[in-house]
């Protein structure tokens, strides 16, 4: 079995900021991509960044600039720091693991966090 449990979720201010942490029960080196996805309700779910095994990252261009994605490979835990916050990040945010299995990719997901922007 593959959990990852999401923390750091919460209410912020907007400008402000907020850290979110993935745990991993497995190697997060199983997965050869590390995201964080984010939902508001009634919408769909949306790719928020990326980190690859490699280390190298990718964002939504909406948040360019003011969140940083990053792994410990130790620990086994994947971040996203959020800053300037904006009331449009309002959701409940997902981490997601990807892994090749059987040729397939496989996803896993955590049961997301609230993170609330007051404007």
């Known amino acids: 079995q593959v959990y990852l449990v999401e923390s750091g979720g919460g209410l912020v201010q907007s400008g402000g900021s907020l850290r979110l942490s993935c745990a991993a029960s497995?190697?997060?080196?199983?997965?050869?991509?590390m995201n964080w996805y984010r939902q508001v309700p009634g919408e769909q779910r949306e790719w928020v960044a990326g980190?690859?095994?490699?280390?190298?990252?990718m964002y939504y261009d909406s948040v360019k600039g003011r969140f940083t994605i990053s792994k410990d490979n130790v620990k086994n835990t994947v971040d996203l720091q959020m800053d300037s916050l904006k009331p449009d990040d309002t959701a409940v945010y997902y981490c997601?693991?990807?892994?090749?299995?059987?040729?397939?990719?496989?996803?896993?997901w955590g049961q997301g966090t609230q993170v609330t922007v007051s404007s």
């Open positions: 997601n693991g990807k892994m090749n299995v059987d040729t397939r990719t496989r996803d896993y």
């Open positions: 980190i690859f095994t490699d280390d190298s990252k």
């Open positions: 497995r190697s997060i080196k199983s997965f050869y991509m």
